[in-house]
């Protein structure tokens, strides 16, 4: 069975800091990862995703997220925070065969204070 | 144009009735799912319909009962609504059901709050 680990259910940067949103994954065969974003009474969008081309991958809105089989991670990180980031972020993994059946985190709110 | 469109966005009722759920893809996909939002943000599937055919049916009450008409449309029946059914009810939709595909597209959400 699949399933993904968040650390820190709510993660407080300011305006222009850094920000990194961590998760680890377990999979029993190389998994694919996706980070999703849901701002307040949507939907949730893609990110970004692996499925098993380059290990760093970039997504929408600068964010990126690096794939380290050693430490089974797909940590989310962006250099410069923007009030606009402030929302859910959800981390999920995929079978790399089959029917597509995502597995979801617990979810990261990212807070961003000016 | 809403790509994911789902009614009603907000749903409030009493324990023991009936409700459905509605959502339209506009996307052209062959693939539509349900996903269920409890109170702490946990996000789970409950169903996925590739071109108008069951192809996921998670652990779910038989209470729940999707249908999809045709592959733009996939609704949920929920019968004699208890408590712990109280929710957000996501329906997504992707090009294909190959996980190879990578992305789905979701709907607004709709908010079920049984009392």
């Known amino acids: 069975a699949q399933s993904v680990t968040q650390l820190g259910s709510h993660v407080s940067v300011s305006e222009g800091a850094l920000v990194l949103l961590r998760c680890n994954y377990s999979?029993?065969?190389?998994?694919?990862l996706f980070w999703y974003v849901q701002y307040p009474n949507q939907g949730l969008q893609l990110l970004l995703k692996y499925t098993s081309a380059a290990t760093l991958v970039k997504g929408i809105n600068g964010f990126e997220a690096e794939f380290k089989k050693s430490e089974t991670s797909f940590h989310l990180t962006k250099p410069s925070a923007h009030m606009s980031d402030a929302a859910e972020y959800f981390c999920a993994v995929s079978l790399n065969t089959g029917f597509q059946k995502l597995v979801f985190g617990t979810g990261t709110r990212l807070l961003v204070s000016p | 144009d809403t790509a994911v469109s789902q009614t009603p966005k907000y749903l409030v009722t009493q324990m023991g009735n009936d409700k459905s759920i509605k959502c339209e893809q506009n996307?052209?996909?062959?693939?539509m799912y349900w996903y269920k939002q409890d109170s702490k943000k946990f996000l789970k599937i409950m169903f996925s319909y590739n071109n108008k055919e069951l192809i996921i049916n998670e652990t779910v009450p038989n209470r729940f009962s999707p249908k999809s008409p045709d592959k733009a449309h996939l609704n949920l029946h929920i019968n004699s609504l208890e408590l712990g059914d109280s929710a957000v009810y996501f329906c997504?939709?992707?090009?294909?059901?190959?996980?190879?595909?990578?992305?789905?597209?979701f709907g607004e959400g709709s908010r079920l709050t049984v009392l």
């Open positions: 999979s029993s065969v190389p998994p694919y």
């Open positions: 997504a939709s992707s090009q294909t059901p190959s996980t190879a595909q990578g992305e789905l597209f």
């Open positions: 996307l052209g996909h062959d693939t």
